[in-house]
T-cell receptor
Framework: GENVEQHPSTLSVQEGDSAVIKCTYSDSASNYFPWYKQELGKRPQLIIDIRSNVGEKKDQRIAVTLNKTAKHFSLHITETQPEDSAVYFCAASRRGGSYIPTFGRGTSLIVHP | DTAVSQTPKYLVTQMGNDKSIKCEQNLGHDTMYWYKQDSKKFLKIMFSYNNKELIINETVPNRFSPKSPDKAHLNLHINSLELGDSAVYFC?????????????FGEGSWLTVV
């Protein structure tokens, strides 16, 4: 089955800095890579996703890149703000059949004012 | 107009008791899930149902029994609760089991076993 590794487990940055979270996956058939944000005491919610037919996707201050050859994808947050502080989860799922997304173990992002 | 709702939100109970968590989604989705999130924040899939049929049953003790009376509901019953069952349990749903569908999570049920 799929295995998703996520690094770092904790990331501490100053407000205004950039933050990068990296994930690798093992199943070359995976074709969909969502990122979820979970604020303290809240539910995980989708913030951005990317499919295997594109290499990069942006939405305001967040962007995701995908390298299919190396089987890794990354979340980039620019101009971080204190409200970006949360746990971020990457996930991977594959085309065809009944395949549940596999989540990474999460990255706790702390943005210091 | 909550999309995925689960009750109760907080549950404190003694070891050995039996408890249930209810979940309902009003999104018209075919697929529902139960996830367990431990103190280290890891989101672990427990069960998945598609149109009331069990499709995923991860290595979960058989003290945990899901029930889906219809595709909008997926309840979780836990027998003989143990200290290690303390966690946040998230119900979730997605359109179907195809790749590329967003998973919508409920607000979570905080279970504490004492």
């Amino acid at each position: 089955g799929e295995n998703v590794e996520q690094h770092p487990s904790t990331l501490s940055v100053q407000e205004g800095d950039s933050a990068v979270i990296k994930c690798t996956y093992s199943d070359s058939a995976s074709n969909y890579f969502p990122w979820y944000k979970q604020e303290l005491g809240k539910r995980p919610q989708l913030i951005i996703d990317i499919r295997s037919n594109v290499g990069e996707k942006k939405d305001q201050r967040i962007a995701v890149t995908l390298n299919k050859t190396a089987k890794h994808f990354s979340l980039h947050i620019t101009e971080t703000q204190p409200e970006d502080s949360a746990v971020y989860f990457c996930a991977a799922s594959r085309r065809g059949g009944s395949y549940i997304p596999t989540f990474g173990r999460g990255t706790s992002l702390i943005v210091h004012p | 107009d909550t999309a995925v709702s689960q009750t109760p939100k907080y549950l404190v109970t003694q070891m050995g008791n039996d408890k249930s968590i209810k979940c309902e989604q009003n999104l018209g989705h075919d697929t529902m899930y139960w996830y367990k999130q431990d103190s280290k924040k890891f989101l672990k899939i427990m069960f998945s149902y598609n149109n009331k049929e069990l499709i995923i049953n991860e290595t979960v003790p058989n003290r945990f029994s899901p029930k889906s009376p219809d595709k909008a509901h997926l309840n979780l019953h836990i027998n003989s609760l143990e200290l290690g069952d303390s966690a946040v349990y998230f119900c979730a749903s997605s359109l179907d089991v195809s790749s590329g569908n967003t998973i919508y999570f409920g607000e979570g049920s905080w279970l504490t076993v004492v």
